[in-house]
Structure formats: structure tokens, C-alpha cells
């Protein structure tokens, strides 16, 4: 668990992984969808964040876009930014594509109009360049780029065990696939790193299990498998979509136990998307609340629990039953998510709102800090809302200018102002 | 909530020693699934009664087999003093009036191809509710008081959110005004806010109509929050059974203690004393002997002898039985024995590296050390039956030999576990040490 000077560590050493006004929408024949409307936020190394909203907010759509595992009809938006700082990983891109480079600072020079690698510091040129501390768009990136990300950097552990893994095929044959093709391992080779990788997952006796189909095993093997596939190629971070929401709770308790002690064995950066405000208490160290495609509250565990701001996020931690008096009528959010297909002029919070005013209708509430004593302290890290009541010890007035401030940008030409704020 | 009602008031539903057993589908017998294994409780009127457990324990084969969805095997159903499971298939209709369902699965449990209102109006139509024509506004009035509109009437599921189909099928369940609805995980499909909103209009219903709930779910917050009374279930058998918040505030049973500890707490700095299980629920098939939850319990009564050993040792120990237990499983049919003998067996760990993967950690007792390195030989010769076996003689007790007694614990409050009687320690006193 993090308190907020951890927090503050984090922005010094950076971020593992960055996403930055993330925009995935799909394009049907009736509407466009703005699944991912305008997402950031950021995954710092070994650190758990907690992505939690209610069906239809577009949490997996955003885990899927950073495994660039959007299909058609969905796209997303090129002015999107996606990056991974590992700085092995970022050297040996750099390497490969030595003319799609940029060097943070010095634009002009040693740029290329379509570089999609960034380099803060490092040294030498070309192919023999090396990287101290850079990053990698990945969605400006070349396809092989995100393929050699997928599996052994990032990697995910789906929500549906049973449809995650094929029926037709033992276990033991779909962890050595796996291992083949990252790994290039076969044989027994790979016989002895399958079993130890459903070893470290926790299921006893792994040979044995090996040459069993996964109908044979439990919903909470099953997920401990699908965990073990994820780890197969030694990811740094890993995308957990849903992981526990089919299992019982015993299992989820294991499980959620397993993923703790993997993270510090093996010092991963989680990304853990779920709907239960319990479950996100527990692993997450930081939080960030999304609604219709946004972000609409981010902060510490602590301190979103302690002092939620953003009116949904009081109404969701208020509509928990068990946290009510008992015997009290639970708290209710009025209407429901809706769909985001239409762009974002207005806050889409405004029709269930408690709290919602005449503006709400007509300005766009970007993220900012809820009062001022936040902004200091690192803005991106730090309590950010997206709401026209914050920062809070600002007047009305001023607040509606700084989120026309904020939101202007968007409207006139994003790609550049992005660009040149890197 | 209701209050415990008066004496003179008989319960609504009397279930005592209900069985429903699912045969075997093999061609030569073997052992039935035990879903329901000898269950008794009592519901009174105007209660919500809650059943909890983990999936595959039974709670919802409990529901069917008392509105008699499923044959139950021995035991009886009293509803209203009428024994249910001798009602005769015109007196069985007739009463169906009396008690309804409400489903898990709202895209599943309502037919696609009917308008709201039709699926509303077929129990009115089945059971030849008033005048054809009072139906129509019966509908209308049913769709009113669980919020949605009347014009909905001729509209089809899938243009309602999960929350309005559930929705549908609570109009369809009180259609017939009803006096008992067993409430089959109303709102686990759910998100959390329809979920409130759900569970609000069931409390409301209930206090209009005087209705009777029994609320299945594997969501305790779920049940904390609506139940009067709840009963535990583990592999068929009713743990615990008490008032809802004695329960929650001083579970007696091990598993309830287990269980409860598992909800993940809507606050970061909460679950320091979680109890995580290992393992998962053993097959109703094939329960284990004396107590079910004999396999993974971590209060397990042990002998005097072992009772120095930690905790993890302990564990180890326990890992080590489940791991014999399924290879002996790999031998049952006549031909994995045939392949065994043939030496065709499917690849497996040597028990060696088990053994050392569990073992090598701690310096164990001698005697303990002895026996496993005894088994392991066993195992090596193939005796995996003799290898089980040496281990229960040294390490099982009460709690694998004997089913355990309900005890009744505090007022209302009745647990099931051997550690109530007077020469075992507590539940709550073995877990403060």
C-alpha cells in the first residue's frame, strides 16, 4: 500500500507505463462510440493501479488498446500516446528503427517527423545508440513493435478463465506454445519451465496437471493457469482484466493473494481493472475511477476512500450494501451509464448528478486537481477530479475558465500541443 | 425488517432433512452428486431468510427442491402446514400460486420472443387469474410497482438493461401475489448501482405485500443487508445457521469465520486478519468422510501429538494428503488401472520433489518425518490406497472420522462443528492463540 509520499517517489523514478489522452472509438453503421474518450493515467514500476467503473466505462477497452487488441470497427485515435519506458526495452527499438527517434529537447536537429521513439538521456547514435531513460509510443508504433511488447513486457490475464483457455488442448501444450514461441524452448526444456510456472502459480503436483485438459480443472485453477500464461515470457506489467469477478470468494482471497506474491517476486507493475470497490481496496495503490470513457476521479487508495470528491464516486462507495446502517434503504445512483456516442461537450455525469448545475450541461470538466494544496504536489499523481466543483477553494467563475482553459487545446490542434509539451 | 414474530405464529416453511441427490450418469453406478445432503431450517412469516455458500454447494438446488423444481430424495417441506412433497400434480399447481422464483440470470431466465407484457400475464393466463380483460391492467399495475412503464408493455426484453429484465422478472413473480419467492441470486449479474436499486425495490415489495423472501446469493454484503436470518452451506450441509448480524459480528463455524474473512472490504486499511483457505471445495460426489469441510479447514482439531506443529507445517502436511488423495483418483475407472498396470500412466511429479517441495522448509518431529518418507516409499511401489491410508491412521481425528452435530451456540445460532464440544477448544479461542 502506498501513503502519498511513496506516491511522490514514483513521479521521480517515472512511470513504467504512460497513457496519455487515450481515444478508442468505434465506428458502426448506426454510431460512433467513444469507448475511451480522453484517458491518462500512469502505471508506476511495481506498483498496482486499480482501474474500477461499472460495466460499460470502458475499462477493457482501455486495457485491450494498450495490447493494441482493438479490432474493427474500433480505432484508436492516432493522436493517442501509449508509452512504455523500460529502457532496455526503448534501446533496442531505438536501435531497430534508428530514423523514427526523437530526442526530448532538442526537436529540430536529430528529429524525424514520424518518430515514435522518445529518448530523455542516453548517448551514441544510430544502431549503437543506448538508453537511459526514454520511452516508446506504441501507438504510433510499427505492428512488430507491439507484438514483441505483447507477452513479454506487457502481458494479460483475462477475466473468463473457462473461455480464456482452448478446450481442445492440455494445459501443459498451450504454456509450451507459449514458451516456444517467445522462449524458442521445446522438449523436455519446456516440460520443466511449464511445470515450474504452474508451480509458482500454486497448483501442486504440475507435471501431472500438465497433461490435463483445462475442463479438469477448477475455476480457480483455471484462473492460476491463465496467471501462469501470463507470466510464461516474463512480463513487467501485467493487464489484469476482471480477474477474480468469477470466482467465489474463498478462491478470489486465494487468488488475490497469488497476484500479491507474484508482484514482489517478480516485480511486476499491475494494472487491475475491476468493478468491486472491495477488491480494489485491497490491491490497488492507486485508483482511478472511470465513467463513460473518462477518468473521472484519480488518487492514492487512501485518500479515494477517505475522501472521495467526484459525485459518482460518492454515490458508487455509498450504493455498497454492507456499508450502509443495516436495514436502511441503500443510497442509488438515478438513471444509468450511458452510452458515450457523441463527443464530449458536456459532463456526462450532469443527468444522474446530485450536485449538477446549470453548466455542467454546456462546459466539459477536465481533470484537475480538487483544491490547490494538491496542485503543488505533482498534479498527475496527485487527487485529480474531473468536475466543475474542483479545485474547490476556487470561485465558480474561475473554475469554469480553468476547464475551458484546460479543454481548449482539445478543440483546436491536440496532436501538436502533446507533441510539444514532451 | 420484520421482527421475530409472535410464538403463536407457525413458520411459513418447515425443511427438515431434505435430500436431493442427482444420479449418477455413469453406465455402472458410482456414487450420486449429494446437492442437498440433509438440510434443515425454518422460515417465518414476513422473513427474508438467507442462504450463502460457494458455488456447487447446493444453496440453489435448496431453492428448486423446495418449490419442488427438482425431486427431492427424503426429508419434507411444510409450507403453511402442507406437506409439499406429497402434493399431487393438481394440488401442486393450485399451491404454486403461493410461492415464485425470481432467477440469477435476467437474459436467460425471461423468453426473448414475448413482449414484457406477455411474460408478465403468463402465470395470470396459466392460472386463470380474474377475467381475461383484468389481466391486461393487472400487467399494467405489476409493470407500475416495479418501476418501469405501463407503455413497456409491448416492448421486448432485449431493448431493457439488465436491471429492468430483472425487473420483468419480479412483475412476473408477483403477479400472482404470492405469500413465498425464492430469490435465486436477484442481483449478482448486476452492476453496483442497479444492484441498490434492485435490492430497495425488493425490501419495498416485501413490506407492501407481506411477503416471505428466501435470498440465495454468494454475495455476503448482499445478504448482511437484506437477510433476517442466515444459513451457511458447505457441499450440501447447513454450517451455521443465526440471525443475520449475530452471525456476521460472532461467527461460531470455522467456515463461516473462513468465509467472512474473505469479502474484500470497501476500505483500504481493513483485512489484516483474513484466513485464506486452501485449496478448493472437494466433489459432492465423493465428500469427504466425517465433517465436509474436513479437507480444507484450518481449525481442524488435531491429536495431541501434532499439536506443537506451526501452522504451516501443519498446511504442508495437508497439501501433501490432497496431492495422495488425487493421484489415488487417477486410479478408480478400470481403465486408468489398466493403463497403471500397463505403465501408461500420465506424467506426474516424483513424489520426491513433492515431498522436498513441502517438506525441506522446517525440521519436522521425528515421527512425522518418518512417516512421510514411509508413505513416499509406498508411493514409489505403486501403493498409492496404502500411502493414504498410513497417513489418515497418523494424522486424522474426530474431524474426518465423524459427521459433527449441530450445536447450538448462542440464542438462534446453530454451527455444526466438532470444536463445540466441551473437550475441544473453540473455534474462537483456537484462533486467538
Given at each position: 500500500m502506498t501513503d502519498e509520499s511513496q506516491a511522490m517517489s514514483g513521479v521521480t523514478d517515472g512511470p513504467l507505463l504512460s497513457v496519455e489522452n487515450l481515444r478508442t472509438t468505434f465506428y458502426t453503421d448506426q454510431e460512433t462510440i467513444h469507448a475511451v474518450d480522453g484517458v491518462s493515467f500512469t502505471v508506476s514500476p511495481q506498483q498496482t493501479l486499480g482501474v474500477v467503473g461499472e460495466s460499460g466505462s470502458g475499462k477493457s477497452v482501455t486495457a485491450r488498446s494498450i495490447l493494441g487488441l482493438v479490432d474493427d470497427p474500433g480505432r484508436v485515435h492516432p493522436d493517442s500516446e501509449i508509452r512504455y519506458h523500460d529502457p532496455a526495452f526503448v534501446q533496442t527499438v531505438a536501435r531497430t528503427y534508428p530514423d523514427r527517434v526523437t530526442w526530448a529537447g532538442e526537436k529540430t536537429a536529430r528529429s524525424a517527423s514520424d518518430a515514435f521513439v522518445t529518448i530523455e538521456s542516453g548517448s551514441g547514435e544510430g544502431s549503437s545508440v543506448t538508453v537511459e531513460r526514454g520511452s516508446v509510443n506504441l501507438v504510433a508504433a510499427p505492428d512488430d513493435v507491439t507484438r514483441s511488447l505483447r507477452g513479454s513486457e506487457v502481458a494479460m490475464v483475462f477475466q473468463d478463465a473457462q473461455t480464456a483457455l482452448n478446450p481442445v488442448y492440455t494445459v501443459g501444450n498451450q504454456i509450451k506454445e507459449l514458451l516456444d514461441i517467445h522462449q524458442g524452448l521445446s522438449g523436455t526444456e519446456a516440460t520443466e519451465a511449464a511445470a515450474d510456472l504452474l508451480e509458482s502459480v500454486g497448483i501442486p503436483d504440475p507435471k501431472r496437471r500438465l497433461s490435463e485438459y483445462p475442463h479438469q480443472f477448477s475455476g480457480g485453477m483455471q484462473q492460476r493457469t491463465v496467471i501462469a500464461l501470463a507470466l510464461a515470457c516474463d512480463p513487467a506489467v501485467l493487464l489484469c482484466d476482471e480477474p477474480t469477478t468469477a470466482l467465489d470468494v474463498t478462491i478470489q482471497a486465494q487468488i488475490l493473494e497469488l497476484l500479491e506474491r507474484l508482484q514482489h517476486e517478480r516485480n511486476l507493475s499491475i494494472l487491475f481493472i475491476t468493478h468491486d470497490m472491495g477488491v480494489i481496496a485491497q490491491v490497488a495503490d492507486a485508483v482511478a475511477v472511470m465513467y463513460a470513457g473518462e477518468v473521472v476521479e484519480q488518487a492514492s487508495v487512501d485518500r479515494l476512500f477517505d475522501q472521495p470528491r467526484h459525485p459518482y464516486t460518492q454515490g458508487l462507495l455509498q450504493s455498497i450494501p454492507g456499508l450502509a446502517s443495516e436495514g436502511d434503504r441503500l443510497p442509488t445512483i438515478d438513471g444509468r451509464v450511458p452510452t458515450p456516442n457523441e463527443p464530449a461537450t458536456y459532463c456526462r455525469y450532469a443527468p444522474r448528478c446530485p450536485e449538477a448545475f446549470e453548466e455542467c450541461k454546456s462546459t466539459h470538466p477536465e481533470r484537475v486537481p480538487v483544491d490547490s494544496a494538491n496542485e503543488k504536489s505533482g498534479w498527475m499523481r496527485a487527487h485529480t477530479a474531473a468536475c466543475l466543483l474542483y479545485p474547490e477553494d476556487e470561485s465558480l467563475e474561475d473554475r469554469l475558465q480553468m476547464h475551458h482553459n484546460f479543454g481548449a487545446p482539445d478543440e483546436s490542434d491536440a496532436a501538436t500541443t502533446a507533441r510539444e509539451d514532451d | 425488517m420484520t421482527e421475530q414474530n409472535d410464538e403463536q405464529d407457525d413458520p411459513l416453511v418447515v425443511v427438515d432433512g431434505l435430500r436431493t441427490y442427482y444420479g449418477s450418469e455413469r453406465l455402472l453406478g458410482g456414487e450420486p452428486v449429494k446437492a442437498v445432503d440433509g438440510v434443515s431450517f425454518e422460515i417465518a412469516r414476513g422473513e427474508t431468510f438467507g442462504i450463502v455458500g460457494e458455488s456447487g454447494c447446493g444453496k440453489t438446488t435448496l431453492g428448486r427442491s423446495i418449490l419442488r423444481l427438482e425431486d427431492a430424495d427424503s426429508g419434507t417441506v411444510e409450507f403453511d402446514g402442507t406437506?409439499?412433497?406429497?402434493?399431487?400434480r393438481r394440488d401442486l399447481k393450485a399451491w404454486r400460486r403461493n410461492a415464485q422464483m425470481v432467477y440469477q440470470n435476467p437474459t436467460s431466465s425471461i423468453n426473448e420472443r414475448m413482449t414484457v407484457g406477455r411474460i408478465v400475464r403468463e402465470p395470470l393466463d396459466i392460472h386463470d387469474w380474474g377475467m381475461p380483460h383484468d389481466r391486461r391492467n393487472r400487467v399494467s399495475e405489476l409493470l407500475d410497482r416495479v418501476g418501469l412503464q405501463p407503455e413497456h408493455y409491448h416492448r421486448y426484453p432485449h431493448q431493457f438493461s439488465g436491471g429492468q429484465r430483472q425487473r420483468i422478472g419480479i412483475a412476473r413473480a408477483l403477479a400472482l401475489e404470492p405469500d413465498f419467492i425464492v430469490l435465486d441470486e436477484p442481483v449478482s449479474a448486476l452492476d453496483v448501482s442497479v444492484q441498490a436499486k434492485i435490492l430497495n425495490l425488493l425490501l419495498d415489495l416485501q413490506d407492501e405485500y407481506d411477503l416471505t423472501y428466501l435470498l440465495i446469493a454468494h454475495d455476503l454484503s448482499v445478504v448482511r443487508h437484506i437477510c433476517d436470518r442466515v444459513g451457511v452451506m458447505y457441499l450440501g450441509k447447513l454450517m451455521e445457521v443465526g440471525p443475520t448480524e449475530q452471525l456476521f459480528r460472532s461467527p461460531s463455524n470455522p467456515y463461516t469465520r473462513a468465509l467472512l474473512s474473505a469479502i474484500p472490504q470497501p476500505d483500504p486499511d481493513a483485512g489484516a486478519d483474513r484466513i485464506t483457505l486452501r485449496g478448493t471445495p472437494p466433489s459432492p460426489r465423493n465428500p469427504p468422510t466425517g465433517c465436509v469441510f474436513s479437507t480444507r479447514c484450518p481449525f481442524k482439531i488435531r491429536r495431541e501429538e501434532h499439536e506443537s506443529l506451526t501452522t504451516e507445517q501443519w498446511d504442508s502436511i495437508e497439501e501433501f494428503r490432497d496431492v495422495l488423495r488425487e493421484r489415488e483418483k487417477l486410479r478408480t475407472t478400470p481403465l486408468q488401472r489398466v493403463k497403471a498396470r500397463l505403465g501408461r500412466e500420465p506424467p506426474v511429479t516424483p513424489i520426491e520433489e513433492v515431498v522436498s517441495e513441502l517438506f525441506e522448509l522446517s525440521t519436522y518431529p521425528e515421527s512425522v518425518q518418518e512417516t512421510v518418507d514411509q508413505t513416499a516409499t509406498l508411493v514409489v511401489e505403486g501403493e498409492f490406497t496404502a500411502a493414504r491410508e498410513l497417513l489418515e491412521e497418523t494424522f486424522s481425528t474426530v474431524c474426518e472420522h465423524e459427521r459433527p452435530d449441530q450445536h447450538q451456540v448462542a440464542d438462534g445460532q446453530a454451527s455444526r462443528c466438532h470444536r463445540h464440544l466441551s473437550e475441544y477448544e473453540e473455534p474462537r479461542e483456537f484462533l486467538s492463540e
Open positions: - | 406437506d409439499l412433497l406429497s402434493l399431487g
